[in-house]
């Protein structure tokens, strides 16, 4: 269904579906993100006039007005930073959902944020004022390193610090040749929607379409390539990619295991969703992609919505520690453990035949220094009673400056 | 959410002789047939607004709520100005129906159609302040509509419906401060989750 339903005109040949077929999916389109591209591959067919395609034209509409709210945070995010002299650069989310033939086509999570490592500090500080206020969800990075990185990732205890001291140098000369390459854009999606005001910056600041897809196959295979929406920005790209795109910078420079992971990215996208290449050197080319690597990621793929349903039940079940320890690892320690695409990233392997236990056994070793953490924090959830703030009828805002900060964003909004 | 009628004026006040138009002075005519305290005026702030070919999506921001107006409904809430009466709304609905090949509708109609609309409109808060409506006006329902206008022109009956607010959850590598949290590595803050409210920090 989702081979190459991104396009402007998606191929009609595509959709070979039945409307019971898209009954048994259509949970799993909602829940991974997928669903306002299911639509967009549907919009023309009889399913669009089912309850189905209803549910989907519901999620398109979400996610559309999900790409304004996600325009306006971006333009007030960097209006904030800029008034710091800080300049980011906005990876992934927008960065990639300027590129489809609508915004919406792609669901919107938090604005993933790169600053320079010598000023990540001074950042986080500017942004301290929005961390309670509902939506503005700035994830900042430091430099480009450790994007797709998950933060447990970057906590395995055994190599933080050391990882710290061999980074540093590598992060700031990163940093500043990536930063040289990238591009500022205009927010024009919806010009006559866009905020205006000094509290707003309506050009973004995002890599170059060569970095962007290296970052982007980083991140996907670092997250276990879990969501359908990852892999589409990726076809996404190569297919809007200009004449001038310099697959030398997207290759150059890098350790082999990076131009692995680059290739079987491509090689993925080509073959699970249909997307055209195009003509590119040798070195771009994969060869064949492992035999178990796309089973596993349209494995993880069904998997987003069970592991989301059960992560709920785990949660009803906070109040029986017992049952608490029993449960979890069982099932969303299974579920991570299991995910080899993760594992060989996590450990730094290569994407080729060889059987995954060995990467599997290693990311669960890396793991082991964490469980104590991940132990008391169960146990401190056993100890204090559920709610939230909002069901007890508290304040949600949190520091002062967001009074500030919401007053400027909803005096624009008109 | 469609809600099936309009509220009734309860009570009335003298009328100015004039209010003024983007077309001019109203007829007192008209003031007597609509008899309505307020003019109705959109409202712009706190909103997302965003224009898709059939239909206008809103985000109110404040409440927290987005809804989906069709093409008779936006229409409608478009040229609530606070100095256009419904009966000049109403006049000017037919150019666009007509423009569809819909039958055209007598101004009774129209009329009936743009207060359903206004009617759904103060339901959500769409106006700066309530539209009461005259009491000839103030039973409607959208079957009724229907039914007075025929199946071939049933797509003209306005109908706003509510969706659920956009949320951001099904992009996001890791859980966003707030959300519903199992265990401290799922959360995208290091500080993980927040035992106390089981929400990310």
Same mark, same amino acid.
Request: hydrophobic share 30%; glycine share 10%.
């Given at each position: 269904l989702l081979r190459g339903a991104w396009r402007q005109s998606p191929p009609a040949t595509s959709v070979d579906l039945s409307e019971a077929q898209l009954n048994d999916i259509l949970p799993l389109l909602l829940e991974s993100g997928a669903a306002a591209l299911a639509w967009w591959q549907l919009?023309?067919?009889?399913?669009?006039?089912t309850a189905a395609g209803r549910a989907l034209h519901d999620a398109y509409r979400r996610f559309r007005l999900s790409a304004r709210v996600h325009e306006r945070e971006l333009a007030h995010v960097f209006a904030l930073l800029r008034a710091q002299g800080i300049e980011p650069v906005l990876v992934k989310g927008w960065a990639s959902a300027?590129?489809?033939?609508?915004?919406?086509l792609r669901p919107y999570g938090d604005l993933d944020l790169c600053v320079a490592p010598r000023e990540f500090v001074r950042a986080r500080a500017t942004l301290?004022?929005?961390?309670?206020?509902? =939506?503005?969800f700035v994830d900042l990075?430091?430099? $480009?390193? #450790?994007? !797709?990185?998950?933060k447990e990732q970057e906590g395995y205890r055994t190599f933080r610090r050391l990882r710290r001291v061999l980074n540093r140098r590598d992060d700031t000369r990163l940093w500043e040749q990536l930063f040289s390459r990238s591009q500022v854009v205009s927010l024009t999606s919806a010009p006559e929607a866009l905020a205006t005001g000094?509290?707003?910056?309506n050009s973004i600041r995002v890599l170059c379409p060569e970095d962007h897809l290296r970052l982007l196959s980083a991140h996907l295979l670092r997250s276990g390539a879990r969501r359908p929406a990852w892999l589409c920005d990726i076809a996404v790209l190569l297919e809007t990619?200009?004449?001038?795109?310099?697959w030398d910078i997207a290759f150059?420079?890098?350790?082999a295991q990076t131009r692995n992971w680059l290739a079987t990215t491509i090689a993925l996208a080509e073959d699970l969703? =249909?997307?055209?290449?195009g003509e590119r050197p040798? $070195?771009? #080319?994969? !060869?064949?992609?492992?035999?178990?690597l796309a089973p596993a990621v349209v494995g993880e793929w069904v998997k987003v919505s069970e592991v989301g349903r059960q992560m709920s039940d785990v949660r009803c079940e906070m109040s029986d520690l017992g049952a608490t320890l029993a449960a979890l690892p069982a099932r969303s320690r299974y579920a991570r453990w299991h995910n080899p695409i993760r594992a060989t990233a996590a450990v730094g392997?290569?994407?080729?035949?060889?059987?995954r236990l060995p990467y599997q056994l290693g990311e669960l070793f890396l793991r082991l220094p964490e469980l104590p953490k991940q132990l008391h924090s169960l146990w401190q959830q056993r100890r204090y009673p559920k709610g939230n703030a909002r069901d007890r009828g508290e304040p949600v805002l949190g520091p002062a400056c967001a009074e500030g900060t919401v007053a400027g964003l909803q005096s624009s909004i008109s | 959410m469609v809600r099936s009628g309009l509220r009734a004026a309860t009570r009335t006040r003298a009328q100015p002789d004039y209010l003024p138009t983007r077309h001019g002075a109203l007829s007192q005519e008209d003031l007597m047939k609509t008899s309505i305290l307020t003019l109705p005026k959109m409202r712009k702030h706190d909103l997302i607004v965003d224009e898709l070919p059939d239909e206008v999506l809103v985000y109110d921001v404040k409440r927290d709520r987005a809804h989906c107006l069709n093409r008779t409904a936006a229409l409608v809430w478009e040229r609530?100005?606070?100095?256009?009466t419904p009966a000049e709304i109403a006049r000017r609905l037919p150019l666009e129906f007509d423009a569809d090949g819909l039958p055209q509708a007598e101004q009774r109609r129209r009329e009936e159609l743009v207060w359903l609309a206004l009617g759904q409109l103060n339901d959500i808060d769409l106006l700066e302040q309530t539209v009461t409506a005259p009491a000839e006006f103030a039973r409607l329902s959208r079957r009724q509509m229907i039914r007075g206008l025929g199946l071939a022109a049933a797509v003209a009956v306005p109908v706003i419906t509510s969706i659920v607010a956009p949320t951001a959850?099904?992009?996001?590598t890791c859980l966003a401060p707030g959300a519903p949290c199992?265990?401290?590595?799922?959360?995208?803050?290091?500080?993980?989750?927040?035992p106390g409210l089981n929400q990310c920090k």
């Open positions: 919009r023309a067919t009889p399913l669009a006039e300027r590129l489809y033939p609508d915004a919406a301290k004022c929005l961390e309670d206020l509902p =939506g503005h990075h430091s430099g $480009f390193s #450790r994007i !797709g990185q998950t000094p509290e707003f910056q990619r200009e004449p001038d795109f310099n150059a420079e890098t350790q969703l =249909g997307a055209d290449c040798e $070195f771009a #080319r994969s !060869g064949s992609l492992p035999r178990w392997g290569q994407f080729n035949d060889w059987p | 609530c100005d606070g100095h256009t959850v099904q992009a996001a199992p265990g401290a590595t799922a959360c995208c803050n290091p500080q993980g989750c927040n």
